[in-house]
């Protein structure tokens, strides 16, 4: 399975970041978290992390042409306001489960709702890092 992880903005300052709400350990030791799955479920997993919108936009698209399988995304605060990844994510209709590190739905008001929930498969949050592995387990099930 090709799986495409695509990570919004200020995932890069995991570790430096708030550190109580995401933890102590950086955006690398997310990376390494993420492609041990390779081995376990003999996968082929590429990860990206944007600070744009347009970036992000740009690399949904891309998904198309490049054939993958499933995307994996943590749209960042985009989640709660950008209907132009919610957009791009409809146009490119390829399998996509919404992560987040932090419990969304316990945070604050404007953190409660994603406006890509509905266009996902799935989503999982609150796991910090299993998120993700969450993520990767259900798409390999
Ligand atoms: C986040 C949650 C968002 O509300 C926030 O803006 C982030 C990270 C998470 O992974 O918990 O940047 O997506």
Do not use: W
């Not at 993420?34 to 081995?39: F, G, K, N, T």
């Amino acid at each position: 399975m090709r799986i495409l992880v695509i990570n919004g903005p200020n995932l890069n300052m995991l570790g430096i970041r708030e550190k109580e709400i995401y933890g102590t350990e950086t955006y690398d030791d997310l990376v390494k978290y993420i492609l041990r799955y390779q081995e376990i479920y003999n996968s082929q997993i590429e990860i990206f992390q944007y600070n744009g919108e347009g970036q992000i936009i740009d690399k949904i698209q891309e998904a198309y042409f490049m054939k993958v399988d499933a995307i994996i995304i943590n749209p960042g605060a985009y989640t709660h306001y950008s209907y132009a990844i919610r957009d791009a994510l409809l146009a490119v209709n390829i399998r996509t489960i919404e992560v987040h590190l932090s419990d969304i739905s316990k945070r604050d008001e404007f953190r409660k709702h994603s406006v890509i929930t509905d266009v996902c498969e799935k989503s999982f949050f609150g796991k910090k890092f299993h998120s993700y592995g969450e993520a990767i387990d259900y798409l390999h099930q």
